[in-house]
Nanobody, 123 residues
Framework: VQLQASGGGLVQAGGCLRR?????????????MGWFRQAPGKERELVAA????????YYADSVKARFIISRDNARNSLFLQMNSLKPEDTGVYYC?????????????????WGQGTQVTVSS
Protein backbone atom coordinates (compact mmCIF):
# COMPACT_ATOMS: atom_id res chain seq x y z
CA VAL A 1 0.00 0.00 0.00
CA GLN A 2 1.32 3.41 -0.93
CA LEU A 3 -0.20 6.78 -0.14
CA GLN A 4 1.29 9.61 -2.17
CA ALA A 5 0.35 13.08 -0.99
CA SER A 6 0.75 16.35 -2.84
CA GLY A 7 -0.43 19.92 -2.72
CA GLY A 8 1.24 21.58 0.23
CA GLY A 9 2.80 24.99 0.15
CA LEU A 10 2.86 28.53 1.42
CA VAL A 11 -0.23 30.70 1.54
CA GLN A 12 -1.33 33.90 3.22
CA ALA A 13 -3.93 33.91 5.96
CA GLY A 14 -7.39 33.80 4.48
CA GLY A 15 -6.22 31.88 1.46
CA CYS A 16 -6.89 28.33 0.41
CA LEU A 17 -5.04 25.16 -0.55
CA ARG A 18 -6.08 21.78 -1.84
CA ARG A 19 -4.31 18.64 -0.76
CA UNK A 20 -4.46 15.39 -2.69
CA UNK A 21 -3.48 11.85 -1.79
CA UNK A 22 -3.23 9.03 -4.31
CA UNK A 23 -3.71 5.49 -3.02
CA UNK A 24 -2.23 2.44 -4.70
CA UNK A 25 -1.71 -1.22 -3.95
CA UNK A 26 -5.17 -2.12 -2.68
CA UNK A 27 -8.92 -1.68 -3.27
CA UNK A 28 -9.26 1.96 -2.24
CA UNK A 29 -13.03 2.00 -1.86
CA UNK A 30 -12.94 -0.61 0.91
CA UNK A 31 -11.27 1.77 3.35
CA UNK A 32 -11.87 4.91 5.32
CA MET A 33 -9.31 7.68 5.09
CA GLY A 34 -8.11 10.60 7.16
CA TRP A 35 -5.98 13.72 7.17
CA PHE A 36 -3.69 14.49 10.08
CA ARG A 37 -1.45 17.43 10.82
CA GLN A 38 1.42 18.08 13.16
CA ALA A 39 2.22 21.62 14.16
CA PRO A 40 5.67 22.54 15.46
CA GLY A 41 6.07 21.38 19.03
CA LYS A 42 2.68 19.67 19.09
CA GLU A 43 1.40 16.14 18.75
CA ARG A 44 -0.06 14.91 15.51
CA GLU A 45 -3.82 15.43 15.42
CA LEU A 46 -6.66 14.15 13.28
CA VAL A 47 -8.06 16.96 11.17
CA ALA A 48 -10.72 15.15 9.13
CA ALA A 49 -11.86 11.63 8.33
CA UNK A 50 -14.15 10.05 5.76
CA UNK A 51 -15.73 6.65 5.34
CA UNK A 52 -15.30 4.30 2.38
CA UNK A 53 -18.12 5.78 0.31
CA UNK A 54 -17.62 9.43 1.19
CA UNK A 55 -21.06 9.56 2.75
CA UNK A 56 -19.87 10.16 6.32
CA UNK A 57 -17.25 12.58 7.54
CA TYR A 58 -15.67 13.90 10.72
CA TYR A 59 -13.94 17.24 11.33
CA ALA A 60 -11.93 18.50 14.24
CA ASP A 61 -13.58 21.54 15.84
CA SER A 62 -10.65 23.70 14.79
CA VAL A 63 -11.34 23.18 11.08
CA LYS A 64 -15.12 22.77 10.91
CA ALA A 65 -16.78 24.94 8.28
CA ARG A 66 -13.37 25.71 6.73
CA PHE A 67 -11.99 22.36 5.55
CA ILE A 68 -13.70 19.79 3.34
CA ILE A 69 -12.58 16.18 3.05
CA SER A 70 -13.67 14.25 -0.03
CA ARG A 71 -12.70 11.26 -2.10
CA ASP A 72 -12.95 10.03 -5.67
CA ASN A 73 -13.04 6.24 -5.56
CA ALA A 74 -12.81 5.98 -9.35
CA ARG A 75 -9.43 7.75 -9.16
CA ASN A 76 -8.25 6.16 -5.89
CA SER A 77 -7.81 9.64 -4.51
CA LEU A 78 -8.44 11.56 -1.31
CA PHE A 79 -8.69 15.34 -1.08
CA LEU A 80 -8.63 18.05 1.55
CA GLN A 81 -9.87 21.48 0.53
CA MET A 82 -8.59 24.01 3.05
CA ASN A 83 -10.32 27.40 3.03
CA SER A 84 -10.00 30.51 5.17
CA LEU A 85 -6.60 29.35 6.32
CA LYS A 86 -5.17 30.65 9.56
CA PRO A 87 -1.57 30.76 10.80
CA GLU A 88 -2.49 28.08 13.35
CA ASP A 89 -3.20 25.71 10.44
CA THR A 90 0.54 25.63 9.76
CA GLY A 91 2.06 22.18 10.05
CA VAL A 92 2.99 18.99 8.28
CA TYR A 93 -0.08 17.31 6.81
CA TYR A 94 -0.39 13.54 6.33
CA CYS A 95 -2.97 11.36 4.64
CA UNK A 96 -3.59 8.05 6.33
CA UNK A 97 -5.88 5.07 6.33
CA UNK A 98 -7.28 2.75 8.98
CA UNK A 99 -7.78 -0.94 8.33
CA UNK A 100 -11.58 -0.60 8.12
CA UNK A 101 -14.11 1.23 6.05
CA UNK A 102 -15.80 3.55 8.54
CA UNK A 103 -15.09 7.03 9.83
CA UNK A 104 -12.27 6.40 12.27
CA UNK A 105 -11.40 9.05 14.85
CA UNK A 106 -8.93 7.06 16.93
CA UNK A 107 -5.45 7.93 15.65
CA UNK A 108 -4.00 4.61 16.81
CA UNK A 109 -6.31 2.81 14.38
CA UNK A 110 -4.57 4.29 11.35
CA UNK A 111 -2.15 1.81 9.85
CA UNK A 112 -1.09 3.25 6.49
CA TRP A 113 0.55 6.66 6.18
CA GLY A 114 1.62 8.89 3.37
CA GLN A 115 4.63 11.13 3.55
CA GLY A 116 4.00 14.46 5.22
CA THR A 117 4.02 17.70 3.30
CA GLN A 118 4.42 21.16 4.74
CA VAL A 119 1.63 23.72 4.79
CA THR A 120 2.65 27.18 5.96
CA VAL A 121 0.12 29.95 6.50
CA SER A 122 1.63 33.40 6.92
CA SER A 123 -0.10 36.16 8.82
Amino acid sequence: VQLQASGGGLVQAGGCLRRSCADSGRTFNFYGMGWFRQAPGKERELVAAINWSGGSTYYADSVKARFIISRDNARNSLFLQMNSLKPEDTGVYYCASPSGGGVVVVPESYVYWGQGTQVTVSS
